[in-house]
């Protein structure tokens, strides 16, 4: 007698039927191609809105059915960067906040959690944001016109799995680096080639790579509310987490340890920092030069420690069996030509300095200016917004 497939309950029959949906569902949200970037230029918290509305929604198409049988999804954000200086400016910390209220009061199938790294390390996914400045026909970069960049990462698999792009244009735009990266003796966009993702050699999973970004996070906001003491400690335990952006980690340490008194500590994390530097074969030194001169920017609060960071930087290169190139840097404003002299006094004076610290060094370092010619920030406002662009930067190369 002919065989007849069993008949299914009514339960069954809308259990398999509800599972066919879903994969269909799930399907279609996969092949479902990505908008495009929005193009118009829209005031920052527009573009902010509109940008994270479409990167949850491209979550929600992947995620097919499963978004309404799941419970809420857990989100952290990351801080928001610069993405020529890799600062964090007064700009990114409101883009920021802007994601984080839109996020709370729009999406309900999404859960902030804290920006700490204990919070961090239990979510599912990172959210992470970069401005990045568009260039003017002269070279410079746009204070008020950027490109906002929104990538939604799975800490399960490393997967990029929503990015919205959308173009700003916004007087309000404000570049000033956040204390932590003003005060900073040098530049954190040299240095370490992408640290975060290695460790030890092996490449570290998408979770492991956000706790230390939660960590810096972490110390970052307890520095900028005065809790030196609290950021040093948090700044200390970032220094050991695999993968971590040892530069920074160890700036934080520094700065931390000088703010809290700590000189000892203050200088012992210094020398880390040059020894690092010189490993790395390269550190941007942020020395300020008063304009056209050879001698340091007159006001003691920014330049008196310049001497103190010279002789340990003189003291460690000499040990390191290569030789220095010195080269300076200016911001963008005026002719290329005029900028390449303007930079080539002070790296000079560097020279000497060094050599007189260490006569180890003498007829081992090349002194040089490069102008405007690698800005970080690029806008030539000459003022705190782009003082990373008015560096001098160390290059460890074989001696000839």
Not at 81 to 93: H, I, K, P
Not at 186 to 204: I, K, Q, R, V, Y
Not at 248 to 269: F, K, N, P
Request: aromatic content about 6%; overall charge neutral.
């Amino acid at each position: 007698m002919p065989l007849h497939p069993p008949r299914l309950s009514a339960g069954l029959r809308h259990l398999v039927g509800l599972g066919t949906l879903f994969a269909l569902l799930t399907l279609a949200g996969c092949a479902t191609p990505p908008p495009p970037a929005i193009t118009a230029d829209l005031p920052l918290a527009q573009a902010v809105g509109m940008a994270t509305d479409q990167t949850v929604r491209l979550l929600d198409e992947q995620r097919g059915l499963a978004r309404y049988l799941s419970r809420s999804t857990r989100v952290y954000v990351a801080p928001v960067v610069d993405a020529g200086s890799r600062q964090q400016t007064v700009s990114t910390v409101r883009v920021r906040e802007l994601i984080a209220v839109h996020l709370k009061s729009q999406h309900r199938g999404i859960e902030l959690v804290p920006f700490t790294a204990a919070a961090a390390a239990r979510s599912e996914l990172r959210l992470d944001t970069t401005l990045t400045a568009a260039l003017l026909p002269d070279g410079r970069r746009a204070t008020d016109r950027v490109r906002l960049d929104m990538r939604l990462v799975s800490l399960h698999d490393g997967r990029t799995l929503a990015r919205s792009e959308a173009s700003v244009v916004d007087a309000g735009m404000d570049g000033t680096p956040v204390n932590f990266f003003r005060e900073s003796p040098f530049s954190l966009a040299s240095g370490e080639a992408d640290a975060s993702s290695m460790a030890g050699g092996t490449a570290l999973s998408e979770r492991d790579r956000t706790l230390p970004i939660a960590r810096l996070d972490e110390a970052g906001a307890a520095y900028a509310a005065g809790s030196y003491d609290r950021a040093l400690d948090l700044y200390r335990s970032a220094a050991t987490l695999p993968g971590v952006d040892t530069m920074q980690a160890l700036v934080g340490t520094y700065l931390s340890a000088i703010r809290s008194g700590r000189d000892q500590e203050a200088q012992e994390a210094f020398a880390r920092i040059v020894a690092l530097g010189l490993k790395t074969r390269v550190m941007g030194v942020k020395l300020l030069f008063a304009p056209g001169k050879t001698e340091f920017w007159p006001d003691p609060a920014i330049s008196k420690f310049y001497p103190e960071w010279l002789r340990e930087i003189a003291r460690q290169a000499g040990d390191v069996p290569s030789c220095l190139q010195v080269v300076g840097h200016s911001s963008h404003s005026g002719a290329e030509d005029y900028n390449v002299l303007l930079s080539a006094p002070g790296p000079g004076a560097v020279r000497q300095q060094l050599e007189t610290a260490n006569p180890a060094l003498v007829q081992r370092i090349e002194a040089s200016g490069v102008g405007w010619r690698d800005n970080l920030v690029g806008t030539g406002s000459d003022d705190l917004k782009d003082a990373v662009d008015r560096r001098v930067e160390f290059k460890v190369v074989d001696c000839r």
